[in-house]
Each structure stands twice: as C-alpha cells, then as structure tokens.
C-alpha cells in the first residue's frame, strides 16, 4: 500500500480525540517516525479567515507530498487534558504564542526541519521558532483585519462551538459574557493595539520572503479554482485532473442568507461597512493604515477585495 494512503487513511475522517491526535502526542514525545526527507511545511493565518478549512485542505495537499499533519492548536482546543502529556501539550502551545521564558530547546524537539506540515498557526510569535531551518516553505494568508475583527465579535458572542478544553472552553464563555455586555464597536476598540500588532508582525517577517507564499482570503473566495493553482504551484505538488477536481469540490463560499449564529455567516468582504459606526472605521482606518497600504486594502468608502 502507497505510503500516502497508509497516512491518508489514519489522518482523515478521525474525530479530533482520536488519530489525529497520535501525530501530536507521538511528535512531542519524540518517537514519530517521520517517513519523509522533504522540507517542513506550514501555514500561517488568524482567526475568522477560514483558517481551520485551509488548514484542512492543505494538510490533505501535504500528505500528497507524504508530510505529515501537525495541528497542534486544534489538538489543544480539542482535549479533555487530563493526560499528563496533554497538560504538557498545552503548556508548550501556550509558550509558543506568548514571549514567556519557555526554554526554547523544545520548539527544536516539536517544530523540525523535514517532513512535517504545521498549522493552522493562528499567532505570529513563533514564526522565528518555525522557520529556522532553510527550506520550510510557508503560506501565509490573511483577511482585511477590519473584517475579521467584526467577523471576530459575532463568533464570540454567537457562534463558535465551545472548545473540549475545559481551560479554553471556560475563557470562551467568559469573553461571551463580557462581550455581550458591550456594542460591536466597543468589542472591537478593545482589539485593536493586539491585532494590529499581530499583522505587523507578519508583515515584516514574512512578507516578501521567497520562501513564503502570502494569500489573501478576499481572493480565495472570488475565485477559489486560482487561488488553488497558487497553492500547488508554490509547493509543487502535481494533481490528476480528477484529484484536483475533488479538491475543487470541497470550496463552498455561497451564504444565501447571514445568519449571526452560523459559523459561515457573511463571506463577502466589506461587511464592517455595514456592522461598524463611520467612527469605529476612521479608528480601524488610522490604526491599520500601514497594514491595509501593505496588504492593498482600501481605506476609502469601500472594501478592496
């Protein structure tokens, strides 16, 4: 049996308190075999910029190349944590996305060099702990922060499932309560020096690198079957014609209807026109004013796709 579809089979279609899980739990103990010499992979983004169906896809494309799926994010969001090694596992995740003094010969016993794809990394701070090696290719995608902060707020209030960490899902409901107790415009005035920086700092360590793909999500969505071609182009991987039509099955960008309680609410771009008071997008224009010239969004009285 092809190798790919020995890994095809224990990767796919498995709860996430099932085999996914074993990639990470037998990577952070030391003992994956990992059956390829290929540079490691990984995919950058954040939150509400269809990170997890990326996430997905590309983690299906990166066992085409027979790399190996690393989700560590959606491993810690998903366990109980009652296993001694999963309580670990979330201290090393919570390490990875804070300046903390975590001794960083870690990352080197996680984040290797070959055969391994990581993401969705939905924080920038271990960018530097990722890409260390020559050869990782990465793909950064991101959406017009100004959507995604007001995307944000109603998956916070509305929508978005309550994580099986016990630790994760408490500080879910807790922002729940507190965010539904101010407007969108005063939830998203509390984000803004935080996000602001986090797009900073993918745009001065990842931007413009040659071994880094940068995709926005506006394109994604307007034109699913190109920015597919982009993403096999740049980790060259070659299809069948067949393959690449089921890859193209799986987008799905119709909302007939916003629904605030629907995880896929509004995927058009442009929705914080709608959602934000004039004042609310003057603050989001100046804050992000670098960012959105740098990625090509418009400040003006519309959206730029």
């Given at each position: 049996m092809r190798l790919v579809t020995k890994l095809r089979r224990r990767f796919e279609s498995c709860p996430w308190n099932g085999k996914r899980n074993d990639f990470v739990r037998t990577l952070f103990r030391g003992d994956l075999k990992v059956p390829s010499h290929q540079p490691s992979m990984a995919y950058f983004t954040v939150h509400r910029c269809a990170s997890s169906f990326v996430g997905l896809l590309l983690a299906d494309l990166a066992l085409e190349k027979k790399i190996i799926p690393i989700d560590i994010e959606g491993f810690v969001h998903a366990t109980e944590g009652s296993a001694s090694i999963d309580q670990q596992l979330v201290g090393f995740h919570r390490s990875c996305f804070s300046n903390s003094s975590t001794d960083k010969t870690i990352y080197k016993q996680f984040f290797r060099p070959k055969g391994l794809f990581f993401g969705p990394i939905r924080n920038p701070n271990c960018i530097d702990q990722v890409l260390v090696e020559d050869g990782t290719k990465s793909i950064l995608m991101l959406r017009d922060p100004r959507?995604?902060?007001?995307?944000?707020?109603?998956?916070?209030?509305?929508?978005?499932?309550i994580?099986?960490?016990?630790e994760?899902?408490?500080?879910l409901l807790r922002l729940r309560d507190e965010g539904s107790q101010i407007?969108?415009?005063?939830?998203?005035?509390h984000l803004i020096a935080e996000w602001s920086e986090s797009y900073r700092t993918y745009c001065s360590k990842l931007i413009d690198r040659p071994d880094v793909l940068f995709l926005k999500y506006e394109n994604m969505v307007a034109d699913f079957p190109s920015w597919f071609d982009q993403v096999t182009e740049f980790w060259q991987i070659d299809l069948s014609r067949r393959a690449?039509?089921?890859?193209?099955?799986?987008?799905n960008f119709n909302v007939m209807r916003?629904?605030?309680?629907?995880?896929?609410?509004?995927?058009?771009p442009g929705d914080f026109l709608a959602k934000l008071q004039p004042k609310t997008i003057e603050i989001l224009n100046h804050e992000f004013r670098d960012v959105l010239d740098r990625l090509g969004y418009s400040t003006i009285a519309r959206a730029a796709a």
């Open positions: 959507d995604v902060l007001t995307s944000l707020y109603f998956s916070i209030i509305y929508s978005h499932a994580p099986e960490n016990p994760a899902g408490q500080l407007s969108i415009d005063e939830y998203i005035g690449k039509e089921k890859y193209l099955r799986r987008a916003e629904n605030k309680n629907a995880h896929k609410r509004k995927v058009t």
